[in-house]
Each structure stands twice: as structure tokens, then as C-alpha cells.
């Protein structure tokens, strides 16, 4: 209930008690769930960037690089997740303004980054489920494998969304959010050799190819699923090097990234 | 109360400042809007007031929780729709209201539920499942509106919220305005002046920036020294007396007369013995945003 005191209402319920895991939900529904269900054909468009690159591939390769072009789609999906996750905030924020509300509540930044995060999750779930289905089929490995692929997607996954995350405080429209976008994605997911083995790559190259933080995850995930041996020396720095940028990057989000505009 | 002191804000270092050391302190209570042209700051004012934005300087708060350092504490009371706002047209009434209850943690059913109340309240019971691109733009602004309302928020902040809707759309707003100000506090921006004049409790005139009055409508009626506004269509050719009490603003469309009562009276007399065409009218919130608006640009050249 509100009363008056001095000209103002003062509330005296106590605060809310809030529901946090609705609180992340809430952009699920909004950027995944309501979308699917209301316009069912975006379900097609998260699928046809991983598994054409992955075609290519493996048409060029003659089918021996299967395996790789597999767990090259997979690191895309999970790149894209972050590019995805750029222009869609952009499109909430600026289009509209649904972000602004969103800060003006009890929401938390922290909450609706891991909602949209999880929403782009969901989005890539048909891509998901062909690439995951074919290295089911086509990709042997060890229970040590599998974990180590799992990580190395989540730790992309975690990279693009914290670079998504700040693209999108920052842009102001979303055709330059589009930009962003694919600049990112060409220079991270498209360039590096994503699908294929480094060796693959002249080695003046190769130096340029480590530039990007995908290119030493492809090369932990080629380890895992045997196409690929790297010695434990550059097996820990691959991982160094993959963990280090995704706190760096998470550090430079926390301290640039702007939830409440200055 | 809604207190600011000194609240600047200035966009880039170039810039000209949005707000200019604004200091005011308004009850939070019923209506209050803040009006101004185009520009005047009244979008920075409102955002940040309701934690969008910080500003460069100045401090401001929401009965006594200051908006700049703790914005968390702000954000349990508050709900805004944002100047420019839309509908995500992928998404029905429903969905929209009740998604935003998510993200203030509400359960699924009590979202559910507040969100389907808030949308009968407003007309909106038979639209809720259907798709906001299909939607009027008057019915997409409603859909904002009650989004909000259905919150528990005891401070609403909504800029500009009729802008572009049909004059009944816009009185119907009006009604859901004043009974909703009836348990909550309204903080509206508008610059349909007709529309502050019809709701406010208490009014703001932001002009480049600076705050240049702000008081109650008889307040403000109080701080010209006229009481009535008479019109001359330019068509009517008349030669007008010398004022004495009054001022006359020269416009494009007619000539503005704003002056006491007995020379209110005078000068109609003598328009109407000469079969003249004009209007007299007590001053209306117009004359006076109007007037303070031109004297405050012969102030500050």
C-alpha cells in the first residue's frame, strides 16, 4: 500500500521479492522463444551459415576433412552466438527502446546479458542438433575428448558473447551493429582456419591466423577428435592463450561496456 | 518528492549543455509534466531520472534515494516507456506485458495474470494474443502503457506517450492517466500543452535546457501579470490601440494580445463595434509557455 507523507507516496510493502531465474527467462521469450513461435522460418537461417561452410568443405576436401569442418561448425554456431547476440541487443536497444526499459527496472545487466545469451543458445539449437548429430557420427573420440571439446565451445561461446555484449552498448544503430557483426565474424570465425587444419595455412600466414583467439580453439578441438597433435607444451598455451582473451575481453566489458549510458 | 540540484548534463565536451544546472524539487504525488519544444531537455531529464542516464553533474532523487549513485534502490519503484518506444513486432500485448514482468521477477503466473488485467483495463482484452505488427499505432502505444501499468512500480515515467495518436485515443489516455494517478506518481514530458493544462497537478517548462517555472497551473497563471489572451486573425485589419497594461506579440497567423481584464474588455469592445473577427480567452497554459518562452529568449539574447 502507498500513503502520503509530505506531499509524496511512500510505499510501505516491503521490497519485492524477485525472481531471478524469471529475470533471465524474461529474454529468452523475447529473443528466442516469442520469435520461433511467431515467425517458425528464423528457424532455418541459424542452420545455413555453419553447415554451408561445412559443405564447402567438405566437397573441396573430397570428404577428408570432415571431422574438422564438423567441429568448425560447431566453433562458428557458438561464435555466432556472440555476433547474433551484437545485433540483437542493438535491435532491442535502439529500434526499440525495449532495452531502456529494461534498465529502468530491477533488472540487472548481468541478468539480461545471461538471458540473451541463453536465447542465442536456444536460436542455434537447429544448428546445433545437425552439427552435434554428425560428430556423434563422424567424430571418434575419448571421454577426455568430448570434455575438452565442450569446454573449448562454451570458452568461444563466452568470448562472443562478452564481444558481442560490448559492441552492442556501444553501437547506436543497428545497421552499424550489422557492420560490427560481420566484421567480427569474418575476422574470427570465416578467416582463421576454423574448418581446416592450421598446416593447411602458409606459414607467413599462420602468425596472422593466431591473431585469433578461434584459431588455437580449433586446434584444441582437431586434438580431441584425433585430426590433429599438438605437443602438451602448446596444448597448455592453446588453452592459456583461449582463457586469458575471454578474461580479458570479460574485464574490458565490465569496465567499458555501458548498461546505463554516461 | 523528485529533487534535482544543479543537474547538468552536457553531451560530449562541445556540446551545448542539455540541461543547465537545473534545481527544483516537485511532490510525488498525482501528475507531474514537464514541458518544453522541441529539444529542450526534457528526454535527458527523464532519463535520467529513471537510471537510464548519468549526468555530468548535479544530484537527483526519488523521494530521497539519489538516482545517480544508488540507481538499483531507484529501480524497484520505477517503470518508464520511452520517448520513441515500440512494440517488438514479433510478439503480442501479452507477451510484451508479461515479459517485461519477467525481467521485474514476477512469477509466470502473476505476470501472466497482471498483464492480461492491465491490458482489459485499457480496452485491450480481445488484442492481447494478437500480433503487435498488426496493431494501430494508437493500440501499440496503449500496448506500452499497460506493459507498465501492470507493474507494481509506484513511479511511472512516460515521455511523450501520446504523440501521434487521434485526439480520442488522446482523451482516452488521458482518463487512464488520471485514474492511474489516483495510487502512483506520473512523471510526463509532453508538448501537447492542452494536454499538461488538462492533467497536470504540477508543471515544468524546460526551455534550452533550463528550468524557467514550474508550480501548479494557477501558479504559473500567477506569475504573468495578465489575464486574458485575445487573437486578431492577420486578415482582420485594425489598428490597436496603444497598451497600457498589456504586451503584443506579432505573429504569422494573427496578432497575440496578452493584457488585464479591464483592458481585455476595451479592446473587445472597440474590435467588436468594428464587426473584427477575434478570440478572447481567460490565459491558457499556452499563452503563458508562449510568453515565458519569448522573455526568456530576450533575457538570454
Redesign the interface.
Known amino acids: 500500500m502507498?500513503r502520503?507523507v509530505?506531499?509524496?507516496?511512500?510505499?510501505d510493502v516491503a521490497?519485492?521479492?524477485?525472481?531471478?531465474l524469471?529475470?533471465i527467462?524474461?529474454?529468452l521469450?523475447?529473443n528466442a522463444l516469442?520469435?520461433m513461435k511467431?515467425?517458425p522460418v528464423v528457424l532455418l537461417n541459424t542452420m545455413l551459415s555453419p553447415l554451408s561452410f561445412l559443405i564447402l568443405i567438405v566437397f573441396v576436401s573430397h570428404g577428408r576433412l570432415i571431422g574438422e569442418a564438423i567441429e568448425g561448425g560447431l566453433i562458428m554456431s557458438m561464435f555466432g552466438a556472440g555476433t547474433s547476440l551484437l545485433t540483437d541487443m542493438s535491435h532491442?536497444k535502439n529500434?526499440?527502446?525495449?532495452q531502456?526499459?529494461?534498465?529502468?527496472?530491477?533488472?540487472?545487466w548481468q541478468?539480461?546479458v545471461a538471458g540473451m545469451a541463453l536465447s542465442e543458445i536456444v536460436y542455434s539449437l537447429p544448428a546445433l542438433v545437425v552439427l552435434g548429430t554428425l560428430a556423434a557420427y563422424f567424430i571418434h573420440t575419448t571421454p577426455a575428448g568430448f570434455l575438452t571439446m565442450i569446454g573449448v565451445f562454451f570458452t568461444v561461446f563466452v568470448t562472443s558473447i562478452v564481444i558481442g555484449y560490448t559492441f552492442a552498448t556501444f553501437s547506436s544503430d543497428i545497421v552499424q551493429s550489422f557492420a560490427f557483426s560481420r566484421l567480427i565474424s569474418t575476422l574470427f570465425a570465416t578467416i582463421p582456419p576454423v574448418y581446416y587444419p592450421i598446416t593447411y595455412v602458409p606459414l607467413p600466414y599462420r602468425y596472422l591466423a593466431y591473431l585469433s583467439p578461434t584459431t588455437y580453439a580449433a586446434e584444441l578441438a582437431q586434438n580431441a577428435g584425433g585430426y590433429l597433435s599438438l605437443s602438451p607444451q602448446t596444448y597448455l598455451v592453446d588453452w592459456l592463450v583461449l582463457i586469458s582473451v575471454t578474461a580479458i575481453l570479460f574485464a574490458v566489458a565490465r569496465r567499458k561496456a555501458k548498461w546505463?549510458?554516461? | 518528492?523528485i529533487e534535482c540540484a544543479q543537474l547538468t548534463k552536457r553531451y560530449g565536451r562541445r556540446e551545448r549543455r542539455a540541461l543547465d544546472s537545473v534545481t527544483f524539487s516537485v511532490?510525488?504525488?498525482g501528475i507531474f509534466v514537464l514541458i518544453g519544444r522541441n529539444g529542450s531537455g526534457k528526454t535527458t531529464m527523464v532519463?535520467i531520472l529513471?537510471?537510464?542516464?548519468?549526468p555530468t553533474s548535479g544530484s537527483a532523487s526519488i523521494?530521497g534515494v539519489d538516482v545517480v549513485t544508488s540507481?538499483?534502490d531507484v529501480?524497484?519503484?520505477?517503470?518508464?516507456?520511452?520517448?520513441?518506444?515500440?512494440?517488438?513486432s514479433?510478439?503480442?500485448p501479452m507477451?510484451t506485458a508479461s515479459?517485461?514482468l519477467?525481467?521485474?521477477?514476477?512469477?509466470?503466473a502473476e505476470?501472466k495474470a497482471r498483464s492480461l488485467a492491465s491490458l482489459e483495463k485499457l480496452g485491450m482484452g480481445n488484442s492481447a494474443d494478437s500480433?503487435n505488427r498488426t496493431l494501430s499505432g494508437g493500440m501499440k502505444r496503449k500496448v506500452l502503457v499497460a506493459?507498465?501499468l501492470a507493474?507494481?512500480a509506484?513511479?511511472l515515467?512516460l515521455d511523450e506517450p501520446t504523440t501521434g495518436l487521434d485526439p480520442i485515443s488522446r482523451r482516452e489516455f488521458w482518463s487512464i492517466l488520471r485514474e492511474t494517478a489516483k495510487?502512483?506518481?506520473v512523471f510526463l514530458t509532453t508538448h501537447y500543452l492542452e494536454e499538461a493544462e488538462a492533467l497536470a497537478d504540477d508543471i515544468g517548462i524546460l526551455d534550452r535546457g533550463r528550468l524557467i517555472r514550474i508550480g501548479t497551473l494557477q501558479s504559473l497563471r500567477k506569475s504573468i501579470d495578465y489575464d486574458f489572451s485575445l487573437r486578431i486573425p492577420k486578415d482582420q485589419a485594425v489598428s490597436l490601440p496603444r497598451l497600457r497594461n498589456g504586451e503584443l506579440f506579432d505573429g504569422s497567423e494573427d496578432t497575440h494580445i496578452l493584457t488585464v481584464e479591464d483592458e481585455a474588455y476595451e479592446i473587445s469592445r472597440a474590435l467588436a463595434k468594428e464587426g473584427r473577427r477575434f478570440t478572447i480567452n481567460p490565459v491558457s497554459l499556452e499563452d503563458i509557455f508562449f510568453y515565458l518562452i519569448v522573455k526568456e529568449g530576450e533575457q538570454t539574447g
Open positions: 502507498s502520503l509530505d506531499g509524496s507516496v511512500v510505499t521490497p519485492m521479492k524477485r525472481n531471478r524469471n529475470q527467462l524474461a529474454s521469450y523475447v516469442y520469435e511467431n515467425y532491442l529500434d526499440f527502446k525495449l531502456d526499459m529494461v534498465v529502468s527496472s530491477p533488472a540487472t541478468t539480461y546505463r549510458e554516461t | 518528492m511532490r510525488s504525488r532519463r529513471s537510471t537510464e542516464l548519468e523521494d540507481p538499483t529501480r524497484e519503484r520505477i517503470a518508464i516507456v520511452p520517448q520513441e518506444a515500440k512494440t517488438v514479433w510478439m503480442t507477451q515479459s517485461y519477467l525481467w521485474r521477477g514476477f512469477s509466470r505476470a500480433l506493459t507498465v507493474s507494481e509506484d513511479v515515467f495510487e502512483r506518481f
